[in-house]
């Protein structure tokens, strides 16, 4: 009988613990849900505007933006309204519509996690010209130098990013050097004390050159194609 | 109940604003039970995202938040949560919470969200927070829940913005990243690094400790 009684004990202390645990789960769904709804759109608003100001920031002087998309297939065309996946440029134009350069994001590992970054590309003189660092969590005072340590950042005001004669490949790799050992334009002046980090980066540049220089310049009519142009600041 | 008017010390004007029990739930967290100088709690954070005083104080008041929210559900749930299960209860209540935080976060500012990092997620696991939930909430009225948690979490913010301080002012010459010593200040890069924070949060407890020593004389 005794038996009996704690079984049945056992039952209802279970549902007991099932009820509790399943309301305040979805107390706490419900609330979550609500949260993620009502601060998704600023979320995604403060990425994309954050987005921008890095884009106008590599390319110095540009006032309009395009958005290019590279589809599977190797092709570059303008990005349709709204579209934020895939791999996408940015091109800046002038007031006159001429273009001024070219945003491309990319990314690699770092030290501690995945550096993005984002550079400008002009490719009139096929150089990079601009350079910022999206997200990294590079150590505090010492790999974190790749964001601010002027005398890294000045690598990527004519960093020579020149494709070789048969355009499928750069003339030159892009490769990262001990600090104050540069002697190419080709070459990334790295910093004592973020040894890992700025390797890091040229390792990036070596990558993502390697792959967007040669598709770009192949495909650079469509960039100074007549189109709606976004105005930005 | 009646807060006593005599403020001969600073310390008696606390003692004297403490005998209304409510009140005392408040002050305790902030000075004579605070997390970090007293308890020791809340390591992980205090040691880890105090390189800055803007990341401290956000740090600080998003466990805050944290505290008094968990607290005020946790204690208006007390009846209800079967005691098999209650800290499972108070992971997912807390879990919740923080969830809200890191998305209001994020909905600020993309930077600052950026340096918290990893550590907005990690509030769930600060001891601090289910240490009031089972210490205090689980046993006290809502009201009193909320105070303490109130206090306990501007203590920590008190105690994780006087180690950004010293930190960010040694290792990046600095304040809210506005520099105060000019470019000539070599950076005490250390101070900002990890090692920096055990050496910090060592000054602050030796300061703390003296100070209630000679209180207490």
């Known amino acids: 009988m005794s038996d009996q009684n704690i079984s049945k004990d056992k039952g209802s202390d279970v549902f007991q613990l099932f009820k509790s645990m399943v309301g305040i789960g979805l107390i706490c769904a419900a609330l979550i849900a609500f949260v993620f709804q009502t601060t998704q759109p600023r979320i995604k608003k403060l990425k994309a505007a954050a987005l921008e100001e890095a884009v106008f920031q590599v390319i110095p002087g540009m006032v309009q933006k395009k958005t290019y998309l590279l589809d599977e297939k190797g092709n570059i065309q303008i990005a349709k309204e709204g579209v934020t996946a895939g791999e996408l440029i940015y091109a800046g134009y002038d007031n006159d519509g001429k273009l001024l ?31 910022k660092v999206l997200d990294s969590k590079e150590t505090p005072g010492l790999g974190d130098k790749i964001e601010k340590d002027e005398h890294f950042l000045t690598n990527f005001k004519a960093l020579d990013v020149a494709l070789a004669a048969d355009g499928k490949t750069l003339q030159n790799e892009i490769k990262a050097v001990k600090q104050g050992q540069k002697k190419h334009e080709w070459e990334i002046n790295g910093i004592t004390g973020a040894t890992i980090s700025s390797r890091a980066i040229g390792a990036i540049f070596k990558e993502s050159t390697q792959k967007w220089m040669p598709t770009i310049v192949v495909h650079s009519n469509i960039f100074s194609n007549d189109t709606t142009l976004t105005h930005g600041h | 109940m009646a807060i006593k008017k005599t403020t001969p010390t600073k310390v008696g004007f606390f003692q004297s604003l403490a005998s209304a029990p409510s009140t005392d739930e408040f002050i305790k967290g902030l000075w004579r039970e605070n997390p970090t100088f007293v ?9 880890a995202v105090t390189n800055s005083l803007t ?40 879990a919740t919470f923080v969830t809200l935080i890191d998305y209001s976060i994020q909905a600020t500012s993309v930077s600052l969200h950026k340096s918290l990092g990893a550590f907005i997620s990690l509030i769930v696991v600060n001891c601090v927070i289910l240490g009031r939930a089972e210490a205090f909430a689980s046993k006290n009225s809502i009201g009193l829940s909320l105070l303490d948690g109130l206090g306990m979490g501007l203590g920590f913010t008190f105690a994780l913005s006087c ?55």
Do not use: H
């Open chain 2, 55 to 94: 990341n401290a104080l956000a740090m600080g008041l998003a466990t805050a938040f944290v505290l008094v929210a968990s607290n005020g559900l946790i204690s208006s749930l007390r009846n209800f949560i079967p005691k098999q299960v209650r800290i499972a209860t108070y992971i997912l209540i807390i």
């Open chain 2, 39 to 47: 308890q020791v709690l809340g390591m992980c954070p205090t040691l």
């Open chain 1, 101 to 131: 350069g070219l945003a491309i994001q990319a990314s690699g590992m770092g030290f501690a996690d995945v550096i993005k970054v984002i550079y400008g590309y002009r490719p009139t003189t096929q150089k990079v010209i601009g350079f």
């Open chain 2, 163 to 217: 180690l950004g301080t010293l930190r960010e002012i040694m290792g990046n010459g600095s304040l809210f990243n506005f520099p105060i010593f000019g470019p000539a200040y070599q950076e005490w890069v250390v101070m900002i690094l990890p090692a920096g924070g055990f050496f910090t949060l060592a000054i602050w407890l030796l300061f703390f400790n003296l100070l209630k020593k000679k209180s207490s004389k």
